[in-house]
């Protein structure tokens, strides 16, 4: 499919990066970079294939513990010494780990008592929990509209409405609708597939073109009457051409004809009328291979809609292209992948220029295998397709050859999850990826409520590297309810690195959306994001509907305008540092009274008025 290392290869691409492994001497450390090129027959016990997964989390329940600062053939010592461990390579580079199979205690204290064979000090190992965080819970919707109460559904009908969007009707309604529901006597769901994700991972996730069989013959009757009878729904994404399918009999198979988030259930009823219900999302994916196309003629940037794409009219980088587009920048573009093929992006993506395609050799030696158009962390391969629309929209939003602010910047895509979220194992894996294989600004369309060690490392990697980093300031705040940053904090916005911008959302007025974030300390800069009336269209995902673009809003899609901004800005001048760059932006802002004592700012990001600043006789504060 998508990955054939071999084990031998694999090997050899560990063994080229025990350069970068953590030693607590400098000198040390000078004379590995220097001998890299030596080491390959020095290089230790490898870890082997079979203890090896390649897939991330696509759950909470999946997730494992991060493991940062352990050498490779550490890592084998400790799988050899338990069983039941296994482990996913998240930066052969940077010494980063996922380990399965025991709680992060467990392999925090076979840490200490291997201290006497692993090369690195436990002290310098770091071990956190991994986490999931899923995106469907994190995109705004508009305020529902007040309605008159509605008559009440049976309980089951009511619950695949609510999730997979299905009104049953007929005899599915007549199945589903006459269930009694007594969680003593109703049957015990089991479901099987036929493509389980590999290893100790259970979540149902395949690549596009391929079919699932569902089989609910190990479910057991609990009531009086044990014999059991059976009604699948099928849901796919609103992109697909299906309808939902619906079936009875104890198995079913879906073939889906889009990527991204599906979901099945199941009820299971007795004779007794006794029912139980299974819920699941399940995901699919593609591993298109990018196909580059020829620049549009330059004149297009003089015709595009400004009402369609009013956005990048109301910060004022359609009337500054002229003076600079993001020419010589890469901006990384850290979420679900990018459509790299769509007709407005496939220009902009950034080429890897030492890398062989498909001949499974990291030709470049950066650690990672045929790595031509970015990386993919959620299913370790070098397709960093987009499953699910996400980071298609931000990526056209950031630097589209059509409308992106940076009409000219190149688009590294770095793929952090799976399906419709992503774990911070390969958050942090994507970070020092786009921070090692050029890209000068990081877009980060996310966030969580934790503050984790082993981001810190990433974000404090990325500030060392004059690496310009753009964050979301989250979704959080409701009508009349404002999530405040100040108070509660998000990260990783809320990281208080020199290079961090925190990003909120306004509307066509420069007034805060009902849904962003805001903090008068923590959060520094906004720009529009779109409201339910005028949302921010940009590329989507491949679809069989040919959707090329969709109109979505969020402080994910502030975020891009903010990243498509600082590229073109700083294009004019490359020899800004990020905090440079960073100061720019927020000094230029365009005040907004609505904004005032809510972001440090106080205004929204204007592209036009940076540089005016930085091109202007008046030299701008902050600035050499
Ligand atoms: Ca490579
Ligand atoms: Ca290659
Ligand atoms: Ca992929």
Known sequence: MKQSKTSSQTATINCRHTKAHRTSSNISTALAVLMSGLLLAGCGQQISESQKVHRAPTSATETGSIVEGLHESDVAKLLQQDSRLSVRVISPTHDIYEMYGAKTD???????????????????????????????????????????????????????????????????LNFVGTCRLNKLVAPDMVIRDNQGRDKQNDGIYFDLGGSVTLDSSKTVGKGPSKALSFL?????????????????????????????????????????????????????????????????????????????????????AQASWGIAAGEGMTVA???????????????????????????????????????????????????????????????????????????????????????????????????????DNGAKVLNMSFGWE???????????????????????????????????????PSYPCNYTNANIISVAATDENDAPTFYS????????????????????????????????????????????LVVGVAAQVWSAKPSMTAVEVKSLLLATAKKSPALAGKISSGGVVDAAAALAKLTGTATPTGLQ
């Open 232 to 316: 699948w729904v099928v849901t796919s994404p609103d992109d697909s051409k299906l309808d939902p399918q619906i079936s009875t009999g104890t198995s079913t198979t879906f073939t889906p004809d889009t990527t991204g988030l599906h979901t099945y259930s199941v009820v299971a009823k007795d004779t007794n009328g006794f029912c139980g219900i299974a819920m699941t999302p399940f995901y699919v994916t593609a591993n298109d291979k990018f196909k580059p196309v020829d620049p549009l003629d330059d004149s297009w940037s003089a015709k595009i809609n400004p009402d369609t794409f009013w956005h990048v009219f109301h910060v004022g």
């Open 517 to 560: 974030n805001l903090g008068a300390k923590t959060v520094h800069l906004a720009a529009p994001g779109g409201t339910p009336d005028k949302p921010i269209v940009s590329s989507y995902k491949k679809n069989p509907r040919n959707a090329l673009y969709v109109g979505l809003m969020g402080t994910s899609m502030a975020t891009p």
């Open 450 to 488: 934790e503050d984790l060690a082993v981001v810190r490392d990433a974000m404090a990697y990325a500030e060392k590297h004059n690496v310009l980093v753009v964050i979301a300031a989250g979704n959080d705040s409701k009508p009349g309810q404002i999530a405040d940053n100040d108070v509660k």
């Open 106 to 172: 467990e392999v925090k204290a076979l840490i200490q008592k291997s201290a006497s064979v692993l090369s690195a000090n436990p002290s310098e190992v770091t071990v956190e929990s991994n986490s999931y965080i899923s995106l469907k819970d994190k995109t705004p919707a508009a305020p529902p509209a007040a309605q008159p109460p509605a008559a009440p559904l049976p309980p089951l009908v009511q619950i695949i409405l609510d999730n997979q969007g299905v009104k049953l009707t007929g005899d599915a």
């Open 333 to 435: 573009i850290i979420d679900t992948g990018v459509n790299y093929n769509h007709p407005a992006l496939a220009l902009n993506i950034k080429v890897n220029p030492g890398e062989i395609p498909e001949n499974h050799i990291d030709d470049d030696k950066n650690g990672f295998v045929d790595d031509v158009t970015g990386y993919d962390f959620g299913n370790d391969d070098s397709y960093p397709f987009d499953d699910y629309g996400h980071g298609s929209h931000v990526a056209g939003i950031a630097a589209s050859q059509v409308f992106g602010a940076a009409r000219k910047a190149k688009i590294l895509p770095v793929k952090f999850g799976a399906g419709v979220g992503f774990d911070i194992g390969s958050v942090i894996g994507a970070i020092h990826y786009a921070v």
